[in-house]
């Protein structure tokens, strides 16, 4: 299972920092990914990050401003958010591949899904 926490009402230019706990299995092998979604649109593929957390993948519109992170030893996942627009504004859910050799770059590799975190960015 996966359970993202973190999220919260922040106003333009501030941080969030999304933790995603990941209970069940270790992640250890397996790349994983952040996702968001507004009501009414399709999901997002924002960020991931290999197994060994060596490289990274950012979707244009967040880059420079999220980081993406993760402690294999504590089987979590981290998405550092910075300089946060009203665009940010969604549920952000993070997201593990079927198999751990699964591209991390690749939103297609995503199969198990956790419970999602809400991040409001307003003034």
């Known amino acids: 299972q996966l359970q993202a926490s973190g999220g919260g009402s922040v106003q333009p230019g501030g941080s969030l920092k999304l933790s995603c706990a990941a209970s069940?299995?270790?992640?250890?092998?397996?790349?994983m990914g952040w996702f968001r979604r507004v009501p009414g649109r399709d999901r997002e593929f924002i960020a991931a990050i290999n197994w060994s957390g060596t490289s990274a993948y950012y979707v244009d519109s967040v880059k420079g401003r999220f980081t993406i992170s993760r402690d294999n030893a504590m089987n979590m996942v981290y998405l550092q958010m910075n300089s946060l627009k009203p665009e940010d504004t969604a549920n952000y859910y993070c997201a593990a591949p079927v198999r751990s050799g699964d591209d991390y770059y690749r939103p297609s590799s995503y199969g198990f899904w956790g419970q999602g975190t809400q991040v409001t960015v307003s003034s």
């Open positions: 069940g299995r270790t992640i250890e092998t397996y790349a």
